[in-house]
């Protein structure tokens, strides 16, 4: 029987990669995680949905809101900002969400704990990045031994909770290449932080992928297609609820 993994899944570039390490590479049962938490349009939920059902992997959606903002992926008031690709990771952009890597990891370790899973996995990337104190590799070991200090399955068998971040230190090109070589369907994925029908091309998340694309010798498959697969809506409205889990169709 193959091991179980909690794969965190966003719908962009990184985390599907990860996924595709998991499944490819260790081999393992994956699960993948989704949230839909108030972000500020749902292409990124519905290319997650996407791809989890491409991989043949169940599904679990938590909903839940921060009813107090900090970031202008939750915050329709806060513009998103528009860098010069040299200044990306200098300063912490209003991008970034409040604590949401250590909310996510908390429910990722819940549902590992449950379904016996010694393994969770996190696209995230120390590199080509935007500053966020939560992907850092310090960050991350300090969560690892969080969960094995406080998870069900570490206690009482000693088998210790893994927290997989296996794009930590490469490049977006590095990624690309990774993904290329685990036949990751990149045309799937979504990594504009506004939304809309076709990638920005300005905000922070879309130049770090276009950099990775271009250094891999590729053009980004995400500005081939307008509508990227997903249809042709033009707008992304958010959707407000009370905090709540749901079960979608498996797979």
Known sequence: MKPKAVVLLSG???????????????????????????QRHRRELRAARTLARRAGCPVQVVRFRLPWGGSSLIDPRVAVPAHRSSSIGR??????????????????LSWAD???????????????????????????????KAARLGTRLSAPSGRPVRLWAPLLRLS??????????????????????????????????????????RGAGETDPALARPSNGFGNRSSERRQTADSSRAMPHQG
């Open 172 to 213: 977006k090109t590095q990624i690309v290449q990774m993904g290329r070589s685990l036949r990751v369907p990149y045309e799937l994925t979504w990594s504009c932080y506004r939304g809309g029908r076709r990638p920005c091309g300005t905000c922070d998340s879309c130049q770090l992928r276009v950099k990775g694309f």
């Open 12 to 38: 962009g570039l990184d985390s599907a990669t990860a996924l595709a390490w998991a499944q490819h590479v260790k081999k393992w049962d994956c699960r993948c995680l989704l949230f839909d938490y108030g």
């Open 91 to 108: 300063g912490l952009p209003n991008t970034y969400v409040p604590a949401r890597n250590t909310i996510f990891i908390a429910f990722a």
């Open 114 to 144: 449950v379904l016996g899973a010694p393994n969770v996995v996190i696209g995230a990337n120390a590199l080509d990045y935007s500053g966020y104190p939560d992907c850092r590799p310090a960050y991350l070991r300090a969560m690892e």
